[in-house]
């Protein structure tokens, strides 16, 4: 490994880019998710031991190094990559958002302690030589991935409180949290940045200037914080894809400072991906893209205020059986799974209840909305972990058009996503695409209770004349209509 060439390590990052690259290729269909994830581990994989390989031969051409550096180096890849898969391996199904949060705060932290390890020693990095300052262009490189890196941190780490909602600690709490100016706080605070960056760029002389350089980080933390408490656990979401942007472009700004074409290819792969899914998201919760990067949405005090007080109507409601029973007797059923499905982990009872009902002739679909659930995907990933046949899931835009002619709706612990109340202009979610469950000849809906959703509204879907609820843990109720169709 000593020997090996910048020539053998660019080859490497060349065919790890091309799986990274194929990785996202494969992931952007529930099909060829598995193979994507293949090429995904496999490219990094072959980067890990390229940049391994690579330190160790720095080190050896070192005259004065001893051999700590390099074992330090190892005992971080089998320490981290030992958490790393412990945590993968446990995590249920309903903590992936939170685990995704956290591994975006791990991502912004790294890229804040090479860049201040660049600035301390930048001819370790094989910069500059010792005695010479740093160019301006690595000065701004370092700037934009510090500034990045902390804002990821320190919001991934809100975000991390706000999924996972079991703290008492005000700003890990789902419910927005706002107060008068905060938008022109979080406009100073970037100015301010920009500014201690600028005076970092153009700092005269060989020694750093450490002082604008530690402010400016500071407040990009600070930052972090403040963009994402104001945002609601109904916007998660689109929070969590922002994140993973941020934690892209925290790299590649770091990997412009290396000179690492790795970290460049990598990071501006998950960072433009990122972007562009959370765009997709914004789209589909009828949000402004700019707000979201801004933190300025989440905090409506309109939709705080319509979900304070809910009006008490009567509703129709069933058991398990009565649900088993129409559904057994329909020609064709589309499900929307939902957050509660996660909660109760129902999806494996789910399967069964679906096989069930096409060994009788019954035709079943799975209805997903893009931001169902607290992540991007998660009612994919939900359903792929039960293995659901991929042609019986569909997307929003291909389903939408066909919940008039079924004869069943059967909604599972989603709420916001099937609320018709986005059709009407006066409500707080107007303009929200969503799943046109109400069309549906008949509507079963599965809940706990009648709670509202992250949104905060009341679901005038539960009250039509047509649908019908069952209570019940989710879990329960579906191993209650598999017996039932027996």
Request: aromatic share 8%; net charge neutral.
């Amino acid at each position: 490994m000593s020997y090996i060439s910048m020539n053998l390590v660019t080859m490497f990052y060349l065919i790890a880019s091309v799986c990274f690259i194929q990785a996202l290729k494969g992931l952007s269909s529930p099909a060829t998710a598995r193979t994507g994830n293949a090429f995904g581990m496999s490219g990094m994989a072959i980067a890990t031991v390229t940049t391994v390989a690579l330190i160790f031969k720095l080190q050896a051409q070192a005259a004065s190094s001893g051999g700590l550096g390099f074992s330090l180096v190892l005992l971080g890849v089998v320490v981290g990559g030992g958490i790393g898969a412990y945590a993968a391996k446990k995590v249920e199904m309903t903590k992936m958002p939170e685990l995704v949060a956290a591994m975006h705060s791990l991502i912004g932290l790294a890229a804040v302690c090479i860049a201040v390890a660049v600035v301390a020693e930048p001819w370790v990095f094989q910069i500059t030589t010792a005695g010479v300052a740093l160019p301006f262009g690595n000065r701004l490189e370092l700037f934009i991935g510090t500034f990045v890196g902390a804002v990821t941190f320190s919001g991934s780490v809100i975000a991390f409180g706000k999924l996972s909602g079991k703290y008492k600690f005000r700003l890990f709490q789902g419910a927005p949290v706002s107060f008068p100016g905060q938008h022109m706080l979080n406009l100073g605070i970037a100015i301010a940045l920009i500014a201690l960056g600028l005076v970092f760029c153009f700092a005269p002389g060989v020694e750093p200037a450490w002082t604008p350089f530690i402010l400016m980080a500071v407040l990009a933390f600070i930052l972090g914080v403040l963009i994402i408490i104001p945002i609601g656990g109904a916007d998660m979401p689109v929070v969590v894809s922002m994140l993973n942007s941020y934690s892209g472009w925290a790299a590649a700004g770091i990997g412009f400072s290396l000179n690492n074409s790795m970290l460049i290819i990598a990071g501006s792969l998950v960072g433009s991906s990122g972007a562009i899914l959370s765009y997709i998201m914004c789209k589909a919760m009828n949000r402004s893209f700019f707000n979201v990067i801004l933190g300025g949405f989440g905090g409506d005090p309109a939709a705080a205020a319509t979900g304070g007080a809910q009006e008490q109507r009567p509703v129709k409601s069933g058991s398990a059986d009565d649900a088993a029973f129409i559904m057994s007797n329909a020609e064709t059923v589309i499900i929307v799974p939902g957050y509660g499905l996660a909660v109760a982990r129902a999806q494996h009872s789910l399967k069964e209840l679906v096989e069930k009902l096409t060994h009788k002739g019954v035709i079943v679909k799975y209805a997903i909305h893009p931001v169902a659930g607290r992540m991007p995907g998660h009612m994919n990933v939900l359903l792929a972990e039960a293995e659901v046949p991929y042609d019986q899931v569909y997307e929003m835009e291909d389903i939408n058009g066909e919940f008039g002619q079924a004869d069943v709706v059967l909604v599972l612990g989603a709420n916001d996503v099937v609320n018709p109340a986005a059709k009407d202009p006066k409500s707080p979610i107007a303009g929200m695409p969503i799943l046109e469950a109400y069309k549906a000849k008949s509507i079963i809906v599965n809940k706990r209770s009648m709670a509202s959703g992250y949104a905060g509204l009341d679901n005038d879907l539960f009250y039509q004349a047509n649908t019908m609820m069952v209570f019940g843990d989710a879990k329960k109720v579906i191993e209650a209509m598999v017996k039932a169709v027996d």
